[in-house]
């Protein structure tokens, strides 16, 4: 039996909620020894790589489909629980790092991209350049760090068939507008043969049991639930169709599954909902419970539109701000004029007199006001009468923190003494996350137990927080996961919740406590500040070395992802790394041969409120690489896209970079002011190059006129979905190349709003922007942050070509 | 407490606040209704754009004194039951939502150009103010086109 990380005894396998255990277990898939996943197809470095395989060929009991087609490495552990209606549990996080599956049918609109693929595996044999060394997240990147945190959990994902015929798949995961709950959908009604109407996401309440498998990010959603969602479906059907065939006395394997019915050659069909309950009963189903192999795909792949579609354009969708807890009373807080900044005094006494108001609480943070209405709290908490004592960074400018990241660097290893080369050094600002809906959170604590609503995309880490400010056991806590409106990273952090806890605490009654604007540009969180230094050597036609050096203000990344990454064997102390160094290592590569390439993080500690920002070093980092690959690419006296293609490491990336360029007509003329930029980026599995048109004959507003975006993302679930994240990512890198970032003077932050914050509207963005996704291939790579750096460097080397300027500081025009 | 009374979404509704309080918190914290959202409080994000007497307008920066004897439509009272308006067919045609919370503002900026100009240009389109931090711009221009052919005529 090969050795098997993760393996689990059979006693291990038992969880907890379920009282009645039938493991019906079923390997592989027809079809699975197909193409590998895009990063790992052969001709890529990564090839040689100890990639994350699991053969499951051990420890299984039914596998009937093995003669269907070659023997695969995945299996699906999937439980029958104990329940009147057909309840099926999956295990979290299994063997979803296995390399997968066949190739799928092209759809016809990706012909042309197929052809490009084809042209590009041709021409493979790349100019010889000097091998580089493939990083890190080559060969294990942070998602597959995070999905072995997750396999030690033997707790389950769960399905529910309910006997209305309600397909129910609880999620343990947040909805932020990523279609996560759409593409999960899909996945249940493909294997289930149910209508995608007939299936339902609800969000799970925070479930302390699943450890490291309730975390939202590291676009790792798709990538580590794609096995067990479809397993659950996939084990339900059988006993479906086991419960049909004893109903009707006839072999399960006559009989078919479409649109949420079992049906019989002889015309007979019943409906999941009235097969539900027998179909609890089955022990042993008669039909493998096995997903279906690519090429019977029918949803998966298809465009669909967002379940929620029609609650979203009906304004029925309903976010935390907008639920009505019974007794909820409007609160909001009165912060500091510093950020970090504490009080000094406070006279309540005119805002406890105004109309509407109930109540006045001091908490850390700041000052609350409870009232009868938003208005009447926000007015009473303008009529504090409040001083401050300044904060930790009071007095500290963009100038200073410049200063201070520049002179954090680790020093290049390489002195240019015998060769060309060349230096950039590069600088970005903050930026707020900003996402539309303010932080809000709804606490009714009581004296034994707490309960919240709010948009977590770590609501386990926030349980046990708030549990122990308030002084409650964990289990006394709950998480109510409500939809958000938009994070980017913002929602990781429960800032909002934790105060609204001990509001709630301290007032003895329920709250809805909203972050105002204001207070989330100026008290919320920050990609962090950065400065970058980037030296390339090269010599006859070569490059010898590439050097990068990253220093950042300190990312706070205390919301779980260090328990994740410590479970997963990182053992952080020993290698002498901190917990972002850990993180850097793991997403931040390059991806191209430039002989010896070495990336550092240098992290200043800074008392402003920091977090992950939608691709995290990735959006700085690689940005500022890719401008590097410009300048070098005509240092050399060579094209900008085919001085990338010479050195991809990755057949699948030069792919997508060829059709990106043959797509959107790499290098067609345009007038003066105007030009193209190229962007390209790998990570998490899958690949995006961004080919933007860029009109700077107004400097101070430039334009990006039109966008063509290719992605190769391994098997597309949803492609309306990618193709949605990959529009936002587009949007994000126009705003933080061009316009949007935020001031730190004297230890506040200047925007206010986003009449200051910068972030693109319509009028910024292109008017045509082209899509093209390659063939559907392997297994799911994740997309919510893919696009951000390849679309933020296409921003900049546009610019740079368009003004013949070098950008260095990030955004231009701040 | 003063009154107010204006029709809301068809309905004539009556409200006791002060008449200063702005028309999105009597929306959200008096009369329950949560289609308009708030972004930022100062008409910048829009995300509460509603329609008095059928144009654009903000909520959160309007006095609810000043709605008095008008007729406010929120998205709420924008599709005839069940039957939804062309423009919130388009959106779903589109897709164009991610998160949707600004969407419902977006969509009442949409309708509102659509009546000043039935067939937009894309600077037309251009001039629409609305944030979305999802970045759905390009659907929604897709959409709002999308709409004007299919509606030549709005009323």
């Given at each position: 039996m090969p050795a098997r990380t993760g393996a689990v005894s059979p006693a291990r396998r038992v969880p907890p909620i379920s009282t009645s255990i039938a493991p019906s277990d079923s390997t592989g898939r027809?079809?699975?020894?197909?193409?590998?996943?895009p990063l790992n197809r052969p001709g890529t470095a990564t090839e040689a790589g100890p990639h994350l395989t699991r053969d499951a060929s051990a420890d299984t009991s039914t596998d009937t489909t093995a003669a269907a087609g070659p023997t695969g490495r995945r299996r699906f552990l999937t439980y029958l629980l104990a329940a009147p209606t057909l309840t099926i549990g999956a295990r979290l996080g299994l063997d979803t790092a296995a390399p997968a599956t066949a190739q799928a049918a092209t759809p016809g609109a990706a012909q042309a991209a197929q052809a490009a693929h084809a042209a590009a595996a041709a021409r493979?044999?790349?100019?010889?350049?000097l091998l580089g060394l493939p990083g890190i997240p080559d060969v294990i990147d942070l998602g597959d760090a995070m999905i072995l945190a997750g396999l030690p959990t033997s707790h389950l994902l769960v399905l529910e068939i309910t006997p209305a015929g309600r397909a129910v798949l609880y999620l343990p995961r947040l909805e932020v507008g990523q279609g996560l709950t759409t593409a999960i959908a899909m996945m249940v009604a493909e294997e289930l043969d149910a209508k995608l109407t007939d299936v339902d996401v609800p969000l799970s309440d925070g479930r302390p049991e699943l450890l490291f498998n309730q975390l939202t990010g590291g676009s790792n959603s798709v990538r580590s639930l794609y096995d067990p969602v479809r397993g659950a479906a996939a084990a339900a059907r059988a006993r479906l169709v086991t419960a049909a065939a004893r109903r009707w006395n006839v072999p399960a394997d006559s009989l078919r599954t479409a649109d949420s019915a079992v049906l019989a050659p002889d015309g007979r069909r019943a409906g999941y909902g009235e097969l539900a309950a027998d179909a609890a009963t089955v022990v042993l189903p008669a039909v493998p419970g096995t997903p279906k192999p690519a090429?019977?795909?029918?949803?998966?792949g298809t465009p669909t539109g967002r379940i929620d579609a029609r609650d979203i354009v009906t304004g029925r969708a309903k976010y935390a701000g907008d639920l009505q807890v019974p007794g909820a009373v409007p609160t909001v807080v009165a912060r500091p004029t510093t950020v970090n900044g504490t009080l000094k005094s406070l006279d309540a006494s005119a805002a406890r007199a105004m109309p509407g108001v109930l109540g006045v609480v001091q908490i850390p943070s700041g000052v609350a006001v409870l009232a009868e209405t938003f208005d009447q709290a926000l007015k009473a908490r303008d009529a504090l009468r409040t001083s401050w004592n300044p904060g930790p960074v009071a007095g500290l400018s963009d100038a200073d923190v410049k200063a201070r990241l520049r002179s954090a660097h680790l020093p290049f290893l390489i002195p240019p003494l015998l060769t060309q080369y060349v230096d950039g050094e590069f600088d970005f600002a903050f930026v707020n996350h900003a996402p539309m809906e303010v932080l809000t959170a709804i606490a009714d604590v009581r004296p034994n137990r707490a309960e919240l609503w709010f948009a977590a995309q770590s609501p386990i880490v926030a349980q046990q927080t708030i549990a122990a400010e308030l002084g409650l056991p964990q289990s006394a806590v709950t998480v109510h996961v409500v939809r958000g409106g938009g994070s980017f990273g913002r929602r990781l952090f429960f800032d909002a919740a934790l105060e609204a806890a001990l509001i709630s605490k301290a007032a003895g009654r329920p709250v809805k406590l909203m972050w105002t604007r204001n207070d989330d540009m100026r008290h919320g969180r920050m990609r962090p500040a950065s400065h970058h230094r980037v030296r390339a050597t090269y010599a006859l036609g070569q490059v010898l070395s590439w050097e990068h050096r990253a220093a950042t203000v300190k990312t706070d990344l205390g919301h779980g992802l260090g328990e994740a990454l410590s479970a997963a064997g990182f053992s952080l102390s020993v290698a002498g790394l901190s917990l972002a160094q850990a993180f850097f290592l793991l997403t931040e590569k390059n991806p191209y041969n430039v002989g010896v390439p070495t990336q550092l993080l240098s992290e200043l500690p800074l008392a402003v409120h920091t977090g992950s920002w939608r691709s995290v070093y990735s959006g700085s980092v690689r940005v500022a690489d890719e401008i590097m690959m410009d300048e070098l690419a005509r240092r050399m006296g060579q094209d900008e896209v085919a001085f990338r293609r010479a050195r991809l490491r990755g057949a699948a990336g030069r792919a997508v970079l060829d059709t990106v360029a043959a797509k959107g007509d790499w290098g067609r003329p345009l007038p003066p002011g105007q030009a193209q930029g190229i962007g390209y980026h790998d990570e998490h599995g899958s690949i995006a190059a961004y080919l933007v048109e860029l009109d700077a004959t107004d400097r101070a507003n430039p334009r990006v006129t039109k966008a063509v975006i290719a992605a190769d993302v391994g098997r597309v679930i949803n492609p309306k979905g990618l193709e949605a994240q990959l529009t936002g990512a587009l949007v994000d890198g126009i705003s933080v190349i061009l316009q949007a970032g935020n001031h730190l003077d004297n230890g506040a932050f200047r925007e206010g709003s986003y009449g200051d914050f910068h972030y693109a509207r319509q009028r910024h963005t292109p008017p045509t922007v082209e899509i093209h996704l390659l063939p559907p291939s392997g297994s799911p790579g994740g997309a919510g942050e893919l696009g951000v750096p390849a679309a933020s460097a296409a921003v900049a080397n546009a610019y740079a070509r368009a003004t013949g300027t070098s950008p260095r500081s990030f955004p231009i025009n701040f | 407490m003063p009154t107010h009374t204006f029709v809301l979404n068809g309905q004539p509704v009556t409200v006791e606040a002060p008449d200063d309080m702005p028309l999105l918190w009597v929306l959200r914290d008096k009369l329950g209704v949560t289609g308009p959202k708030y972004g930022c409080g100062v008409g910048v994000c829009r995300a509460c754009t509603s329609h008095l007497d059928g144009q654009e307008f903000q909520p959160c920066t309007r006095s609810v004194k000043d709605c008095a004897g008008h007729t406010v439509t929120t998205i709420e009272g924008l599709a005839d039951g069940e039957t939804l308006h062309p423009v919130q067919e388009a959106w779903l045609s589109c897709d164009v939502a991610q998160c949707g919370f600004c969407q419902p503002g977006q969509i009442m900026a949409a309708v509102a150009l659509l009546r000043r100009t039935s067939n937009p240009t894309d600077a037309d389109i251009d001039q629409i103010q609305n944030v979305c931090r999802c970045g759905t711009y390009p659907r929604i221009r897709e959409a709002i086109k999308q709409a004007a052919a299919r509606q030549p005529a709005q009323p």
């Open positions: 027809p079809g699975d020894a197909g193409q590998p996943h493979d044999a790349a100019p010889p350049q090429d019977r795909l029918r949803l998966v | -």
